[in-house]
């Protein structure tokens, strides 16, 4: 037995020898070096240099061991001491309404009003006749320096002689004659919905400000001149590189107006030409049946018959999470859903109502094993909704399946343990962080200082995250959102959340790259920068752990990394950037201006 032992070590070790002979699997990928790295691990929580190897992190630890990994075929990247940590994962944004991203007016970022309403002037002057010069959502009035919003003469003066339509959020939109005119404002042809305010002058005319909610901009944005197939691709792709220049490395659409199967082909095209530089799973939402009046009906008939789909299934050919179906929501009937405009009191909905649409909805989507997500922002509406959840469960467990409030802002410490209790999780979002001056006006500023209770939330246990919800709710970087959770202070510079309301940076960067791979199912393969993980990470323009707080807001990425790969260089790594193809149209606002205020491609 001995000899027989010794025969076959002997052949392994061989075998063994042969292979390494052949320089087959040794040399690592790409490798960075001398970098700052927080790895998310309690055993190695820091390193100076990692190595990727076919799309995932080969290994972790200082510079002279992991430079013994390469080979000739090795990748190197000198980081020169900047910090890296794991890639940003927004787990609820909306990346698929972005389609008509290029054609934009993007106001984030941007200093002044003055400026703001400058770059309205120079767009109109390029816009051809026949298209709108728009700015869609993304901005907040207290980011400017006036420290309010436009008036509609302003922007009226800015755009004489083409429709115009500035969104904020979801709250209000400005419109010039032309705009109105073309919308049938005052006129059948208008999608108002009862909330609907247009406001009038003293002598009854229409002066161009509506105040709406959501759906009502939503269909707004579908009667204005739409991109070609082209322009849409480039749109998107686009919109992710904006994504990419934060370190954001996955995102989670969170349902759009555009279903799956036919909403996603230019997420297919980029995908199937390894162009697809984030990960990207998604929440599906089937408006526009007409054979069902229940979305939700609309979304099991399309998921298990017209288009079959099983939750967790990937539709990216190379890449693993690449486009994935995680489910169903944000909204799962029209008929309960509670906005998130802080300009006016909350929205609060029937308790009979939301219990018979709970009770019939998800009560289907439990029975045919397919995750949810629902938004809700106000804690009444949350306490009438898990009313309606604990009866379910009683009689059709949940037994697991992941579900998740969306928003969920004024949520109560007793509402938190009864999520957590029925195996939930919560997905805040950072609009108080643009929007909390005006939850301000219109609540207190005491209770601001208590929204949302991130101390508690955090302290609870419960699965959490933080996210943009972009792109019109608010914006896609990242950082704003995290700079308020650690300073308490909104874009304008106001203390919004209580100083025991706050969080360490450590907490808070937890909050959008560990935090959300709950949602997404993935806690053993994302968040960390450890072996085994993806190779998804980015490199900062400013140390993170040391800046002072008030330039958090300001850091982006100068080297983004998804499966191992470059999707985005700046500064002395831009030769690294894959190139964008030409944003479409020539006149485009985003080639223009670019996406982000003074960060252009």
């Given at each position: 037995?001995?000899?027989?032992?010794?025969?076959?070590?002997a052949?392994?070790?061989?075998?063994?020898?042969?292979?390494?002979?052949?320089?087959?699997?040794?040399?690592?990928?790409?490798?960075?070096?001398?970098?700052?790295?927080?790895?998310?691990?309690?055993?190695k929580?820091?390193a100076?240099?990692?190595?990727?190897?076919r799309?995932r992190?080969?290994?972790?630890?200082?510079?002279?061991?992991?430079?013994?990994?390469?080979d000739?075929?090795?990748?190197?990247?000198?980081?020169?001491g900047?910090?890296?940590?794991?890639?940003i994962?927004?787990?609820?944004?909306?990346?698929?309404?972005?389609?008509?991203?290029?054609?934009?007016?993007?106001?984030?970022?941007v200093?002044?009003?003055?400026?703001?309403?400058e770059?309205?002037s120079?767009?109109?002057?390029?816009?051809?006749?026949?298209?709108?010069?728009?700015?869609?959502?993304?901005?907040?009035?207290?980011?400017?320096?006036?420290?309010?919003?436009?008036?509609?003469?302003?922007?009226?003066?800015?755009?004489?002689?083409?429709?115009?339509i500035?969104?904020?959020?979801?709250?209000?939109?400005?419109?010039?004659?032309?705009?109105?005119?073309?919308?049938?404002?005052?006129?059948?042809?208008?999608?108002?919905s009862?909330?609907?305010?247009?406001e009038?002058?003293?002598?009854?005319?229409?002066?161009?400000?509506?105040?709406?909610?959501?759906?009502?901009?939503a269909?707004?944005?579908?009667?204005?001149p739409?991109?070609?197939?082209?322009?849409?691709?480039?749109?998107?792709?686009?919109?992710?590189?904006?994504?990419?220049?934060?370190g954001?490395?996955?995102?989670?659409?969170?349902?759009?107006?555009?279903?799956?199967?036919?909403?996603?082909?230019?997420?297919?095209?980029?995908?199937?030409?390894?162009?697809?530089?984030?990960?990207?799973?998604?929440?599906?939402?089937?408006?526009?049946?007409?054979?069902?009046?229940?979305?939700?009906?609309?979304?099991?008939?399309?998921?298990?018959?017209?288009?079959?789909?099983?939750?967790g299934?990937?539709?990216?050919p190379?890449?693993?999470?690449?486009?994935e179906?995680?489910?169903?929501?944000?909204?799962?009937?029209?008929?309960?859903?509670?906005?998130?405009?802080?300009?006016r009191?909350?929205?609060i909905?029937?308790?009979?109502?939301?219990?018979?649409?709970?009770?019939q909805?998800i009560?289907?989507?439990?029975?045919?094993?397919?995750?949810?997500?629902?938004?809700i922002?106000?804690?009444?509406?949350?306490?009438?909704?898990?009313?309606?959840?604990?009866?379910?469960?009683?009689?059709?467990?949940?037994?697991?399946?992941?579900?998740?409030?969306?928003?969920?802002?004024?949520?109560s410490?007793?509402?938190?343990?009864?999520?957590?209790?029925?195996?939930?999780?919560?997905?805040l979002?950072?609009?108080?962080?643009?929007?909390?001056d005006?939850?301000i006006?219109?609540?207190?500023?005491?209770?601001?200082?208590?929204?949302?209770?991130?101390?508690?939330?955090?302290?609870?246990?419960?699965?959490?995250?933080?996210t943009?919800?972009?792109?019109?709710a608010?914006?896609?970087?990242p950082?704003?959102?995290?700079?308020?959770?650690?300073?308490?202070?909104?874009?304008?510079?106001?203390?919004?959340?209580?100083k025991?309301?706050?969080?360490?940076?450590?907490?808070?960067?937890?909050?959008?790259?560990?935090?959300?791979?709950?949602f997404?199912?993935?806690?053993?393969?994302?968040?960390?920068?450890?072996?085994?993980?993806?190779?998804?990470?980015?490199?900062l323009?400013?140390?993170?752990?040391?800046i002072?707080?008030e330039?958090?807001?300001?850091?982006?990425?100068?080297?983004?990394?998804?499966?191992?790969?470059?999707?985005y260089?700046?500064?002395?790594?831009?030769?690294?950037?894959?190139?964008?193809?030409?944003?479409?149209?020539?006149?485009?606002?985003?080639?223009?201006f670019?996406?982000?205020?003074?960060?252009?491609y």
């Open positions: 037995m001995k000899k027989l032992i010794v025969i076959i070590t052949i392994l070790f061989a075998i063994n020898v042969h292979a390494q002979s052949g320089d087959q699997l040794i040399g690592a990928d790409l490798i960075v070096f001398n970098a700052n790295i927080s790895t998310g691990s309690l055993t929580p820091e100076s240099a990692l190595a990727v190897k799309g992190i080969y290994a972790v630890g200082a510079d002279a061991e992991i430079l013994e990994l390469k000739n075929n090795t990748k190197l990247i000198d980081a020169d900047r910090r890296l940590i794991p890639g994962n927004d787990a609820h944004t909306h990346i698929l309404n972005e389609r008509s991203y290029n054609y934009n007016v993007r106001w984030e970022g200093p002044t009003l003055a400026r703001a309403l770059m309205l120079e767009q109109a002057k390029r816009t051809p006749e026949g298209h709108w010069v728009k700015v869609i959502g993304g901005w907040s009035p207290y980011q400017f320096e006036e420290n309010r919003l436009p008036t509609i003469e302003e922007i009226k003066k800015a755009v004489p002689d083409r429709p115009v500035v969104q904020y959020a979801y709250n209000r939109a400005y419109l010039n004659e032309l705009a109105m005119e073309a919308f049938g404002v005052g006129t059948d042809r208008f999608p108002a009862p909330d609907t305010v247009f009038k002058d003293e002598n009854g005319n229409y002066t161009g400000l509506v105040h709406a909610y959501t759906f009502t901009f269909s707004l944005e579908l009667m204005v739409q991109p070609s197939e082209e322009e849409q691709l480039s749109s998107i792709a686009n919109a992710i590189n904006d994504m990419n220049r934060f954001v490395t996955t995102a989670v659409d969170a349902a759009s107006i555009y279903g799956y199967p036919h909403g996603h082909v230019q997420i297919q095209q980029l995908a199937k030409e390894n162009r697809l530089n984030i990960r990207m799973p998604f929440i599906d939402l089937q408006f526009g049946d007409t054979n069902s009046a229940s979305l939700v009906d609309a979304e099991i008939n399309t998921v298990t018959r017209t288009s079959p789909i099983s939750p299934e990937n539709l990216h190379t890449m693993a999470h690449g486009h179906y995680e489910g169903t929501g944000e909204i799962l009937r029209l008929e309960i859903h509670d906005h998130e405009n802080f300009d009191p909350a929205v909905i029937d308790e009979e109502i939301m219990h018979r649409y709970i009770r909805d009560t289907k989507l439990i029975e045919n094993g397919i995750p949810f997500r629902l938004h922002s106000y804690n009444e509406n949350i306490t009438t909704f898990l009313d309606a959840l604990e009866a379910i469960n009683d009689k059709t467990p949940l037994d697991g399946l992941r579900w998740s409030i969306e928003h969920a802002e004024t949520i410490p007793e509402n938190i343990a009864r999520v957590k209790e029925l195996g939930g999780g919560i997905a979002d950072m609009k108080m962080a643009m929007h909390g005006g939850f006006k219109t609540y207190s500023v005491e209770k601001a200082l208590e929204t949302p209770r991130l101390r508690q939330l955090v302290d609870s246990g419960i699965p959490l995250a933080i943009t919800d972009a792109f019109r608010s914006s896609y970087n950082w704003i959102g995290i700079s308020w959770m650690i300073t308490g202070k909104s874009v304008s510079g106001s203390e919004i959340l209580a025991n309301n706050r969080l360490t940076r450590e907490e808070a960067l937890k909050l959008v790259t560990v935090g959300p791979t709950w997404e199912n993935q806690e053993g393969e994302m968040g960390k920068i450890i072996p085994g993980h993806f190779a998804d990470f980015t490199l323009n400013k140390d993170y752990f040391t002072p707080d330039e958090i807001k300001t850091i982006s990425s100068v080297l983004t990394v998804v499966n191992g790969r470059v999707v260089g700046a500064e002395e790594y831009s030769e690294l950037s894959p190139k964008l193809p030409e944003t479409l149209p020539e006149w485009s606002a985003v080639k223009h670019g996406g982000y205020y003074n960060m252009k």
